[in-house]
């Protein structure tokens, strides 16, 4: 193992949030290098921000119409966002990481403006609507100009910790297959989700839940992995478009119809008039539709392993509205090519994909972990949502990114670095080395088997309705799997670019997150959110109102209190429907 240079702050991750967090960093005068096992600035979900067309980044009204927005909403103060958030998050907030959400995004938008974003329109009132990629190339830009460094293709494998205080991390050149050490005074995850554990999912190749898994072998605590939350109408066939999600954003603005195998609308089948209302115009949709979607595929009703999305009897009037509403659709090949396809009555199958966590790394509000100097931000750590996300993770990757740079940067400033023994971090070497030297006979071929079993058992097992029986047979699958990954030998013994060594890295990671996952859906006997045990289909506030926090590697666990700072919840329990009824009615009154 090398040793390379070392750094005030190491930043994993090149999306929004890690560039965020060098820019921050940077302004403290600091020797920042951001990591990316991609090419930096185009790695991770960032860049798929709405299929492509653009995501919200989402502030108050007030601070939209200060910038110059005079359409905005300015009903849509931090009070009522802030409430908002709580209910719908159904109390599993830590509220001090809400607050810091709501009350920074004006700022940080201010700053994107600044620094040269461009929006393409105000939507709703209440969020400004950008390119993803667009995103991307203002902050990578602002990151350069203030120093920041970066390393593209450079796969980290564990952050070092010595003595209870980060040391620094080791990573692999994709290219040369060598080995480095970077020391840094602090180290910021910013890694993005776990999309990748689903065979059906919204993100990109990178999305392997790295960073929560490393954080927890580094001796970071994680909390609320059970929260996963599904994108329902994401094409699963054609494959071409496998994992697209404009069929979901159609929806949103109320095009196209869905229908099971026997050309039947079916939510009627699952929910109630009001609730059907819920499904269809609330941040809600994510959930219930996907439950009814799910439900409808698990009981033979899907055909081409989706239901049908088609927009077969839309007037043309409609592809009009939608071509005037999304001009830049025409600048994304492959949504060009689905609305052509719409156009001529084809029918599209879609179904939910894996598409966010709400759970992941446990930090305090200041984004710090219990390592001291470790530090998160974005949606690989826990906490802002509670346990459904219902506003814009653009918002949240850009206010935590900004605010876990500026405080790890104080940090870092006239610290040391740690000293660690060579011997200590043969350790690291040797675990990620396994692979080569193992003489076990495996019964999968390959990993690239292993992880096709392991995201299929996800998707039966652990998909958005879950039961304690699905629930026991995959922590039995999953933990068969991580007996068998290290049996498996890998063929070419060369490290030169060798993509049988990074999709066991990449297993490492996913098979220790879906059995964190796995043990949490188990332990929490209630549905909350995006969490919804058919057996247990009620919201328990007093028995369950609290996180399940995994603090080592032999996933043992511990309950904690959840924050509270201003919302206080009511100790009900009630039926899951029953509760989101409630929690709306609130909501509506808030606005």
């Not at 970077?182 to 910021?188: D, E, L, P, T, Y």
């Not at 919204?202 to 898994?213: K, Q, Y």
């Not at 906490?383 to 990114?401: D, I, K, Q």
């Not at 060798?498 to 059995?515: D, G, Q």
Request: with cysteine; net charge negative; charged share 25%.
């Amino acid at each position: 193992m090398k040793v390379g240079e070392s750094y005030d702050v190491i930043i994993v991750g090149s999306g929004g949030a890690g560039l965020c967090s060098a820019i921050s960093a940077a302004e403290n005068g600091l020797k920042v290098l951001i990591m990316s096992k991609g090419r930096v600035n185009r790695s991770g979900a960032t860049q798929l921000a709405g299929s492509g067309l653009g995501g919200d980044i989402e502030a108050d009204g007030e601070s939209l119409w200060n910038l110059g927005y005079k359409d905005a909403d300015r009903t849509h103060t931090r009070e009522t966002w802030f409430k908002n958030l709580i209910l719908q998050g159904s109390f599993l907030n830590d509220q001090g990481l809400t607050e810091n959400y709501v009350n920074t995004s004006g700022e940080i938008i201010k700053n994107m403006l600044d620094w040269g974003m461009k929006p393409y329109f105000l939507l709703e009132g209440v969020a400004l609507f950008v390119a993803g990629t667009h995103i991307l190339d203002i902050l990578y830009r602002r990151a350069r100009e203030l120093g920041a460094e970066a390393i593209g293709n450079r796969i980290v494998t564990d952050i070092v910790t010595y003595k209870n205080h980060v040391a620094g991390v080791v990573s692999i050149d994709v290219y040369t297959g060598e080995m480095f050490y970077n020391s840094a005074k602090a180290v910021i995850i910013a890694t993005g989700g776990c999309q990748g554990l689903y065979s059906l999912n919204s993100g990109t190749a990178e999305l392997t839940c790295d960073g929560i898994s490393m954080a927890l072998r580094a001796g970071a605590e994680i909390q609320d992995m059970e929260m996963i939350e599904f994108c329902n109408d994401t094409i699963v066939h054609p494959r071409k478009y496998k994992g697209n999600i404009l069929p979901y954003v159609l929806r949103l603005f109320g095009y196209g119809e869905l229908l099971n195998k026997d050309g039947e609308c079916f939510l009627e089948r699952y929910f109630s008039s009001d609730i059907i209302d819920i499904a269809l115009h609330t941040e809600w949709n994510k959930e219930l539709v996907s439950y009814a979607e799910y439900m409808e595929i698990k009981k033979g009703k899907g055909v081409n392993g989706g239901v049908i999305f088609t927009m077969e009897n839309s007037p043309e009037s409609e592809f009009k509205s939608i071509y005037g509403m999304f001009p830049m659709i025409n600048h994304a090949p492959m949504d060009v090519e689905i609305m052509k396809r719409l156009e001529n009555g084809e029918r599209l199958y879609v179904a939910p994909a894996s598409h966010y966590i709400p759970g992941g790394i446990r930090v305090n509000s200041n984004y710090e972990t219990n390592i001291n100097g470790l530090y998160a931000a974005g949606e690989c750590k826990a906490g802002t949502f509670g346990a459904n996300r219902v506003s814009s993770a653009l918002t949240e990757m850009l206010v935590e990114g900004y605010l876990a740079g500026k405080k790890a940067g104080q940090y870092a400033k006239g610290r040391e670095l740690l000293e660690v023994p060579r011997d200590y971090l043969e350790k690291y070497e040797e675990e990620v080395l396994k692979p080569f030297g193992t003489s076990h006979e495996s019964k999968f071929k390959s990993f690239v088997e292993l992880r096709k079993k392991l995201q299929e058992t996800m998707w039966e097992y652990v998909g958005p309705v879950k039961n304690e029986k699905d629930l026991l047979l995959a922590s039995n699958i999953v933990d068969e799997l991580s007996k068998e990954l290290l049996k498996i030998k890998i063929k070419d013994s060369s490290r030169e670019y060798n993509p049988e060594w990074i999709e066991y890295l990449n297993l490492r990671n996913m098979i220790l997150a879906s059995k964190a996952i796995v043990k949490s859906s188990l332990i929490r006997k209630e549905s909350r959110g995006v969490h919804i045990r058919e057996d247990y289909f009620f919201v328990d506030n007093k028995n369950w109102l609290k996180h399940i926090v995994i603090y080592d590697t032999s996933l043992n666990y511990r309950f904690e209190n959840v924050i509270i700072t201003k919302l206080q919840p009511k100790p009900v329990k009630m039926p899951y429907l029953d509760y989101i009824r409630t929690l709306l009615k609130e909501v509506k009154g808030a606005y």
